[in-house]
């Protein structure tokens, strides 16, 4: 970093105006406070000003009468302005209420704050253990050697095959409750700073979607040029580093397996005792489904852009279409201009209106008729009776049934899986249950179908036949 660096920094990034501001206890604080602290996105415009209104009302009781005279909404739209770039201001969809959220320079400056804070300790072990276990997943995971990797699985193997005998024997290493604490500490660190990475992630592509709609909107050439360009673009981000690294973290993510154990994982850390002398935030139980609503909200940016894409094909169809009409109108009216003025002698000679193009792949090879035999026989009626009964034994589906025990279930989780609410409620009819359950996913938005993972179930049919029928993962959220 050179001198002209850091002044073009100091003038222009948002991160460091807003540090340098008058103003910037009053922001960084009401901003911490209202998204930092319940880990929330985006907030109502109504409920931000209400929010803010009180904070000002506060300060002004502590610093007198005069301190921020402005009203909290005009607040709020200074630190979304160009000038600022403090919060973001957009309208979600199906809503015309604005809300707010914190940009990313904004999430870099309190995280910045964060380390002048004074801590407890500086935890060094812990963070050389993650160096060292880092090191050895590069090490390992490049090796390109089968007997190298082979024997560091075996080296492996034999440290725990030591140690599952000293335990046997008594002797057990257990963390002392610095090293707990140490530990703690930075998984909290962490996770709070991956759910703020979610936010520079969502920005990349809101500034692809916004250089998109520009190109869009100055474009003068050929539809097809621009989206070629265009998806060349979004191929470029998707296999880029960032890309493939958000993919594998979603994909790890929306495993109900992984969700799991990551939930048992944080409340058996939760509840030992050196861990609940730091007072932690017991929001950090819940931290991955916050991360989950973080993609999603990423997700459904990329859906605008190709919604986007979407409209300029129809909106430049159209376009064509109504030139081309213009065109044909054009010469009608110049036809019916001179009908009466016909020109002299021959004025145009054509051999035939169209021409007549005959390929030889299109003629057809030559097949021989085929004579079906006809047999002449007399068909004589049946007179035995037959049971009419199973036409009335159909199997029907009650989808509502269906609905209600999906709701039942999710009154005490927030995620259920089709194979968690299938051991609850085994199939009753079969194959038609399951077709059921599949096209209530589809039709719910809350609920998810990851074709890239398959899971599996089985029941026995009315002849107490096992039957197993395999289909992609199904997600029901509340």
């Given at each position: 970093?050179?001198?002209?660096?850091?002044?073009?920094?100091?003038?222009?990034?948002?991160?460091?105006?807003?540090?340098?501001?008058?103003?910037?206890?009053?922001?960084?604080?009401?901003?911490?406070?209202?998204?930092?602290?319940?880990?929330?996105?985006?907030?109502?415009?109504?409920?931000l000003t209400n929010a803010l209104a009180d904070h000002l009302q506060a300060l002004r009781e502590d610093l007198g009468e005069d301190a921020y005279p402005r009203p909290a909404g005009e607040y709020l739209n200074d630190w979304a302005s160009d000038e600022?770039?403090?919060?973001?201001?957009?309208?979600?969809?199906?809503?015309?209420?604005?809300?707010?959220?914190?940009?990313?320079?904004?999430?870099?400056?309190?995280?910045?704050?964060?380390?002048?804070?004074?801590?407890?300790?500086?935890?060094?072990?812990?963070?050389?253990?993650?160096?060292?276990?880092?090191?050895?997943?590069?090490?390992?995971?490049?090796?390109?050697d089968p007997e190298v990797r082979i024997a560091e699985l075996e080296r492996r193997r034999a440290e725990i095959d030591a140690e599952i005998d000293a335990i046997r024997e008594g002797r057990m290493d257990l963390m002392d409750e610095t090293q707990v604490?140490?530990?703690?500490?930075?998984?909290?660190?962490?996770?709070?700073?991956?759910?703020?990475?979610?936010?520079?992630?969502?920005?990349?592509?809101?500034?692809?979607?916004?250089?998109?709609?520009?190109?869009?909107?100055?474009?003068?050439?050929?539809?097809?040029?621009?989206?070629?360009?265009?998806?060349?673009?979004?191929?470029?981000?998707?296999?880029?580093?960032?890309?493939?690294?958000?993919?594998?973290?979603?994909?790890?993510?929306?495993?109900?397996?992984?969700?799991?154990?990551?939930?048992?994982?944080?409340?058996?850390?939760?509840?030992?005792?050196?861990?609940?002398?730091?007072?932690?935030?017991?929001?950090?139980?819940?931290?991955?489904?916050?991360?989950?609503?973080?993609?999603?909200?990423?997700?459904?940016?990329?859906?605008?852009?190709?919604?986007?894409?979407?409209?300029?094909?129809?909106?430049?169809?159209?376009?064509?279409?109504?030139?081309?009409?213009?065109?044909?109108?054009?010469?009608?009216?110049?036809?019916?201009?001179?009908?009466?003025?016909?020109?002299?002698?021959?004025?145009?000679?054509?051999?035939?209106?169209?021409?007549?193009?005959?390929?030889?792949?299109?003629?057809?090879?030559?097949?021989?008729?085929?004579?079906?035999?006809?047999?002449?026989?007399?068909?004589?009626?049946?007179?035995?009776?037959?049971?009419?009964?199973?036409?009335?034994?159909?199997?029907?589906?009650?989808?509502?049934?269906?609905?209600?025990?999906?709701?039942?279930?999710?009154?005490?989780?927030?995620?259920?899986?089709?194979?968690?609410?299938?051991?609850?409620?085994?199939?009753?009819?079969?194959?038609?249950?399951?077709?059921?359950?599949?096209?209530?996913?589809?039709?719910?938005?809350?609920?998810?179908?990851?074709?890239?993972?398959?899971?599996?179930?089985?029941?026995?049919?009315?002849?107490?036949?096992?039957?197993?029928?395999?289909?992609?993962?199904?997600?029901?959220?509340?």
């Amino acid at each position: 970093m050179d001198y002209r660096q850091l002044d073009t920094l100091r003038r222009h990034h948002p991160a460091w105006r807003l540090l340098a501001a008058d103003s910037a206890p009053l922001v960084l604080g009401f901003l911490h406070r209202a998204f930092v602290e319940p880990n929330a996105r985006a907030r109502p415009q109504g409920e931000l000003t209400n929010a803010l209104a009180d904070h000002l009302q506060a300060l002004r009781e502590d610093l007198g009468e005069d301190a921020y005279p402005r009203p909290a909404g005009e607040y709020l739209n200074d630190w979304a302005s160009d000038e600022r770039g403090w919060l973001r201001k957009f309208y979600p969809p199906g809503t015309d209420e604005p809300h707010f959220d914190l940009t990313p320079a904004t999430e870099t400056a309190l995280r910045w704050l964060d380390e002048l804070q004074d801590r407890p300790f500086v935890g060094a072990e812990s963070r050389l253990m993650t160096v060292f276990e880092v090191l050895r997943q590069i090490v390992h995971g490049s090796e390109t050697d089968p007997e190298v990797r082979i024997a560091e699985l075996e080296r492996r193997r034999a440290e725990i095959d030591a140690e599952i005998d000293a335990i046997r024997e008594g002797r057990m290493d257990l963390m002392d409750e610095t090293q707990v604490k140490e530990r703690f500490n930075q998984v909290e660190r962490t996770a709070r700073e991956l759910l703020a990475d979610f936010r520079q992630v969502e920005q990349n592509f809101r500034e692809l979607d916004r250089q998109v709609r520009e190109r869009i909107t100055t474009w003068s050439g050929g539809k097809g040029e621009l989206l070629a360009e265009v998806f060349g673009e979004t191929d470029a981000i998707a296999d880029s580093d960032q890309g493939k690294s958000f993919r594998a973290f979603w994909s790890f993510l929306m495993s109900p397996a992984r969700q799991e154990e990551l939930t048992r994982l944080l409340e058996r850390v939760l509840a030992l005792e050196p861990v609940q002398e730091l007072a932690p935030d017991r929001r950090l139980a819940r931290i991955h489904y916050d991360w989950l609503e973080a993609g999603e909200e990423t997700q459904r940016t990329i859906s605008r852009l190709s919604a986007q894409l979407r409209k300029f094909l129809d909106d430049q169809a159209w376009l064509e279409n109504r030139r081309i009409m213009e065109l044909i109108q054009a010469v009608e009216e110049n036809a019916l201009a001179v009908r009466d003025q016909a020109p002299r002698g021959d004025f145009m000679a054509l051999d035939e209106p169209a021409p007549h193009i005959e390929l030889p792949m299109e003629r057809r090879l030559f097949t021989p008729p085929h004579r079906p035999p006809i047999a002449q026989q007399v068909v004589e009626e049946d007179t035995a009776e037959v049971d009419a009964s199973a036409l009335f034994e159909q199997a029907y589906v009650d989808k509502l049934e269906l609905e209600g025990r999906i709701r039942r279930a999710l009154q005490t989780r927030d995620q259920l899986s089709l194979t968690d609410l299938l051991d609850e409620y085994p199939l009753e009819q079969g194959l038609a249950e399951l077709v059921a359950y599949l096209s209530l996913a589809a039709e719910q938005e809350r609920a998810t179908i990851d074709e890239g993972s398959e899971e599996a179930v089985t029941w026995r049919d009315e002849a107490g036949r096992l039957r197993r029928a395999r289909f992609p993962r199904v997600i029901f959220s509340r």
